[in-house]
């Protein structure tokens, strides 16, 4: 049989900027991207990456405070995960977990999850991504309520605002009104309520007893459609992608209470905050809920290889477990072998590095600190942070909270300052957000809140030059 040669792609050095951006426009379709609008302008060419710190095509140093897409916890360029990866893809570069069959890095994370994780969960089930894990969720909710025979509880209630993913049922779960918007969302059997966002919707309350007013929003929609209707409900610990919306202290404990009350699943979605963004290994612990499901990826692996899952508490696994039949679910890649054995490789960084006590003792506070300040300048109206979490709200009058028209796009003003100064900062409508690597230094949490304020300032100047404030 004749050998067919096939020649390799470019390398990014041997392309220029604008043959890499003719390229992507012509063939590579983006997430969540206006592609006619992109294409005019041409995409951003990252090329390197070390530490906190990201290279363009065009040589520019970015400092990353989005740890990629909340995920590269342990920081880019860790030969630790490269090695594990790499030993790997030499002994077993895949194999599946159908068959009855497993792998010995499948079963290790799975031991080492049951360790690091809350004292219910003893049992995971692997997918590809958060996506995925939540779409788990409400299969895995469903067939526990059906094994029970109590198939008619089917009802999960999540949040507006809220953001589980983008597949039809991580899209349903959440609460993102554009999203529900495209492909007829959300599918049958999910339902919202409101998110427990003081700044929107608690002025003039206490953040305490706003936080029992939102949660008193899931009783209420309990009663409305029946107990014995609801399975579960879904809630990320903090609403990331929604703003970084942290909850008042009064908030989760009060959905404990009312989830125990009417017997009904408590799902947290760990994807963003869990592997010590926000100071304990998940941020159900944080914020005092004990969920009987909690979904999990990004941190898991640091982003270096696609990973997800679902830790599955006792609950819930003692009855599917000891009740038999078929769980007709589940992925080619639960449980890939590189993307675990990854894992383990990056949870012992967490664990031996003590990253989790450092967001938790030292840079948590010191972040919160230097966020403190940043709400002293004129165009901030609140800032939240906890762990390695933050945010400011961008408002056009501080005296009064009053925001800006969203037309004017305000935010994306500030995220344009940002990425001309070399600082990746996510805007969600005018409120600015971050989650730098847990690696991140003192003085780079310095070098990071200087770079904020300059393009807080820079803002400024552009609303106060078009009368905006």
């Not at 906190?52 to 140093?61: A, F, N, T, V």
């Not at 609950?315 to 009740?323: G, N, Y």
């Not at 500030?414 to 409508?429: D, E, K, P, Q």
Request: charged share 20%; proline share 5%.
């Amino acid at each position: 049989m004749q050998n067919i040669v096939i020649q390799a792609p470019a390398v990014a050095q041997r392309r220029t900027t604008r043959e890499w951006q003719a390229a992507d426009a012509a063939h590579y379709l983006h997430p969540f991207t206006d592609f006619k609008s992109l294409a005019a302008k041409g995409s951003r060419i990252i090329t390197k990456a070390e530490n906190i710190y990201l290279w363009d095509s065009e040589g520019h140093k970015i400092l990353d405070a989005m740890s990629g897409l909340w995920c590269v916890n342990v920081g880019y360029g860790r030969q630790e995960l490269i090695n594990a990866a790499t030993k790997q893809l030499q002994e077993l570069p895949f194999y599946n977990s159908f068959f009855q069959t497993a792998t010995p890095p499948a079963i290790e994370l799975a031991e080492l999850l049951a360790q690091v994780t809350p004292p219910q969960f003893k049992h995971v089930f692997f997918s590809g991504s958060g996506s995925e894990g939540n779409d788990t969720v409400v299969r895995m909710v469903r067939r526990y309520w059906d094994v029970l025979g109590q198939p008619e509880r089917t009802v999960i209630i999540s949040r507006k605002n809220a953001y589980h993913g983008s597949t039809m049922a991580g899209a349903s779960l959440g609460g993102m009104s554009g999203m529900h918007a495209q492909g007829g969302l959300p599918i049958p059997g999910i339902a919202h309520i409101e998110q427990p966002f003081w700044f929107e919707l608690g002025q003039g309350q206490s953040r305490d007893d706003f936080g029992l007013k939102a949660a008193g929003w899931l009783e209420a929609k309990i009663l409305e459609i029946g107990a014995d209707k609801v399975a579960a409900f879904i809630g990320e610990p903090i609403q990331g992608a929604g703003g970084v919306i942290v909850p008042p202290a009064t908030y989760w404990p009060e959905v404990q209470r009312i989830c125990d009350k009417y017997g009904i699943l408590l799902v947290s979605d760990e994807v963003i905050c869990g592997f010590g963004r926000t100071g304990q290994w998940f941020g159900c612990e944080t914020f005092g809920s004990k969920p009987d499901l909690m979904t999990f990826a990004k941190g898991v692996t640091s982003g270096y290889i696609p990973l997800g899952g679902v830790m599955v508490g006792e609950r819930i696994a003692k009855v599917l477990i000891e009740q038999g039949g078929e769980f007709n679910h589940g992925y080619t890649y639960s449980g890939h072998p590189v993307a675990c054995a990854v894992a383990l490789a990056n949870i012992r960084v967490i664990q031996r590095e003590k990253l989790v006590e450092k967001v938790r003792d030292d840079f948590g506070p010191y972040l919160a600190s230097h966020f403190a300040e940043l709400a002293k300048h004129p165009l901030v109206g609140e800032v939240q942070s906890c762990g390695l979490m933050a945010a400011v709200q961008l408002v056009k009058d501080k005296a009064t909270g009053q925001t800006f028209d969203p037309a004017l796009e305000v935010g994306m003003v500030c995220r344009g300052h940002c990425f001309g100064n070399g600082l990746i900062m996510r805007a969600v409508g005018d409120r600015m957000i971050i989650a730098p690597p847990l690696v991140i230094t003192r003085e780079q949490i310095d070098e990071m809140v200087a770079l904020i304020r300059k393009c807080l300032d820079l803002t400024l100047a552009d609303a106060t030059r078009h009368g905006w404030v």
